[in-house]
Every structure is written in C-alpha cells, then in structure tokens.
C-alpha cells in the first residue's frame, strides 16, 4: 500500500474519527414490516428506472477510468458510516445524516443509486437498520430523491457562482433534508390522517423529524466540506479524471 493510498483510507476515516461512531444494531430508515405491501412494491418500481441507469453510469465510468473505482468505493464506505449514527426521532424510523451528498458531487446522483442501494442493503441484513421489505422506500428517498436534489442544488450554486465551499456544503445539507421530506411523505401516504389525511400526516412526521434533522444536516454539510478539502490535497488527479473542478481549471 502507498502513501496515497494510506492517504485516501485516512480521509475516508475522517467522519468516524470525528463522531467517534460505534454502529450498533438499532432500526433505521423505515423499518421491516413497516409499510403496507402495496406501498412497498410502488416505491420499488419507482426505483428500479434510477439503478438501472446508476448501473450502466458506474460501468462506463470503470471501463473508461479505472482509478474511480477507488473514489467510488470510499465514497460508498462514507455512506454506510455516516447514516450509521441515528437520533430516536419516531416510532419506526429514526433521524440521521445520508452521507449521500459527496458522492453526488464527485460522481452524480445515478451512480449514487447504486452506492446507497448496497449500503442499504447490508445495513438491513447485517446491522437490522432498516428492513429488505422498505428497501425500495429507503432507496427512493435516501439514494434517490436526496442526491438528485442535492446535484441540482450544487449546479445551482456553480452557475451562480457561488463559492466552491459554501457550494458543496448547501448541496449534501439540502440534499439531506430532502431525504426526509420524502420519507415523510412516504408515512403520511402510508398512514394517512382520518382528519386531514395524507398531507396532515406528512407534516406531523416532518415536524418530528425536523428538531433533530436540522442540526444534522449542517453537520453533514460540514463534514462534507471536510472530506472535499481533504481529497482536493490528497486525491487531486483522481478528482480530474472524473471532471472534478474542471470549469476552474478552464
């Protein structure tokens, strides 16, 4: 192992040194049995369009370039650390950072699909946050609709030229906060209010959410930032060759 590399393991490390995070098997996302069938299938379908397209993105990325697939790899890991560390906010589902905003601004949002797709997946099986059944919401809110966002958000900011930092800090806190916008959206359809129905009830999950989600989102923003800094030192040519700041150099 070289010293770049030891490098790129060090700044992937950075979140988990910084928050000290011992993951334990606590229920994440929505969890098992959760939602209703019929949900569960509609959210799934809604899904399959953004892998299949994350797929054949990530496929020609490696056959074009190589060396992304280490960026692609540390920015899957600091997904699965990241929305590791969870604060109770509702009966079966919880607050916590995505993660999923580096990745979109290195890689883009389909390829991001792919990543919390995996990540989702071994957290149901291996550490019970979240369930197999509500994998189709979890992705479509976490993996899906947050980096979509968050990638518009930051191409938003880059046409108005807006400060690099400051860009990609709004971009995975925004990112973020999308993300549970969406899931509370998916439990206000799912059990809707007898009084004001779906919407009164996604606002009341919303408003459980926020406390909590808030604070989280800017320190997601910053510890985006953070590992941004640290690959700008450390992993300048693999950041070219994805187009990584090219508009700077231009």
């Known amino acids: 192992m070289n010293q770049k590399e030891r ?7 950075l979140p988990a040194a910084l928050l000290g995070i011992v993951p334990k098997a606590h229920a994440m996302h929505i969890m098992e049995g959760y939602l209703p069938a019929g949900d569960c299938i509609a959210w799934g379908v809604l899904c399959i369009p953004f892998l299949l397209a994350g797929f054949l993105t990530i496929r020609r990325r490696l056959q074009e ?13 600091f997904i699965f650390v990241i929305s590791s560390l969870k604060i109770p906010s509702v009966t079966g589902s ?9 990745g979109t601004i ?20 291996l550490l ?8 189709g919401a979890n992705i479509f809110s976490m993996a899906v609709a947050g980096p979509v966002f968050a990638w518009l958000v930051y191409g938003l900011c880059k046409k108005c030229r807006m400060n690099k930092r400051f860009a990609v800090f709004l971009a995975a806190a925004l990112g973020d906060l999308l993300t549970y916008c969406v899931t509370s959206v998916q439990l206000g ?23 909590a989600q808030l604070p989280l989102a800017v320190v997601e923003g910053i510890l985006t930032v953070l590992m941004v800094i ?3 030192t450390y992993a300048r040519p693999e950041l070219n060759a994805l187009g990584y700041g090219k508009e700077e150099q231009s």
């Open 7 to 13: 490098r790129l393991i060090y700044i992937a490390a």
């Open 65 to 77: 370039d190589g060396r992304s697939i280490t960026l692609l790899a540390m920015s899957g890991a």
């Open 94 to 102: 919880c607050s916590h950072m995505t993660g999923t905003g580096l």
């Open 106 to 125: 290195l890689l883009g949002p389909l390829s991001v699909s792919i990543l919390g797709m995996i990540v989702l997946i071994f957290q149901a099986i």
């Open 128 to 135: 019970a946050h979240g369930g197999l059944t509500s994998l």
């Open 189 to 211: 359809l799912a059990f809707p209010s007898q009084e004001g129905g779906a919407a009164l009830s996604a606002l009341k999950f919303l408003g459980v959410f926020a406390p």
């Open 230 to 232: 640290g690959l700008e």
